[in-house]
């Protein structure tokens, strides 16, 4: 039972360079979502999407575009890396809907990236 | 806005002593309430959980009880173990019926060491 699969695990990009942040989920979850984690200041919400088609923005979105052709793939675009970027990110992915508001998310393990 | 403040780490405790991690929040309306940890070089993983007011979530010895009147949620454990070593993450979903479902917001965690 895969759960939800983030590749790379580790990348270091020089400042300009563009990468994309893939992440996978197995268990059919309408809801996937991208998280960067920064020391003293928890997890911040960058993008989300509630199901195939359709996305939006979360609490920093800038600098990082996001897709979802697939409901299994949510890959995370950064278009012009900038040392302010280097982070942990974290993709999730949770049952979505009215019904589910209290459902836990699933985590993958993290893509830590560095911009030289 | 949501909001969660967790109490200022890190937190350095002998084997088998009390833990207690405090956690609140800012919130309209009945939030559900999460505890996540995170263990060394892995994701967050859902600890324990409560989607409404006076319900206390339990898990591996942990428990946490929604408090609406103090807007809390503190973590507590009658006695940790070495394993028990990691950030310990304190988290709301909005109501349930509203357009925020989904959405975390976390605190900033707080970092837990058990020494034998």
Known sequence: NAGVTQTPKFQVLKTGQSMTLQCAQDMNHEYMSWYRQDPGMGLRLIHYSVGAGITDQGEVPNGYNVSRSTTEDFPLRLLSAAPSQTSVYFCASSRTGKLYSNQPQHFGDGTRLSIL | GNSVTQMEGPVTL????????????????????????QYPGEGLQLLLKATKADDKGSNKGFEATYRKETTSFHLEKGSVQVSDS??????????????????????QGTILTVHP
Not at chain 2, 14 to 37: H, Q, R
Not at chain 2, 88 to 95: D, G, R, T
């Open chain 2, 86 to 107: 990691a950030v310990y993450f304190c988290a709301l979903s909005p109501s349930a019926g509203g357009t925020s479902y989904g959405k975390l917001t976390f605190g």
């Open chain 2, 14 to 37: 002998s084997e088998e002593a009390f833990l207690t991690i405090n956690c609140t929040y800012t919130a309209t309306g009945y939030p559900s309430l999460f505890w996540y940890v």
